[in-house]
């Protein structure tokens, strides 16, 4: 039975029949707060185990914690870096992406002229030889 500090207060032990207590009645009184406080002394030991393995705990926690933040920090820091290279990546492509569509630009205005003379040069060609086809018609005609 464990007996509380306000009950042990308020025991009243049985008196002999010679002026003082009975001595067997003292005696079990004793016994019983003696458990009272081996258990009270028990707990109490338990808990102050339970506190330090909590206080354990809470400092690796804290450990852990340090760690996450730091590996979140170094994370962020990472994806900042992978966006920025990247965003340097693309802009590469776009930069020579249009400076190969200025080069097929420039090409094939250069085959377009080239063209254009081409047909130019054969149209002055066949009008000379519709001219030469003319002038021997007329010709025949003629004689």
Sequence with gaps: ??????????????KAFVGGYDRDAIDRLLDEIVASFEDVWRERADMADKVEQLEADLVRYREIEGLLRTTLVS???????????ARKEAELIVEEARAEARSITRGARSDHDRLLGEVRRMRSLLRSALALVDDEVSEERAA
Excluded: D, N, S
Aim: proline share 8%; no cysteine; net charge positive.
């Design 1 to 14: 039975m464990t007996l509380t500090p306000v009950e042990i207060r308020h025991v009243k032990p049985a």
């Design 75 to 85: 994370a962020e820091k990472a994806a900042v870096t992978l966006k920025e290279q």
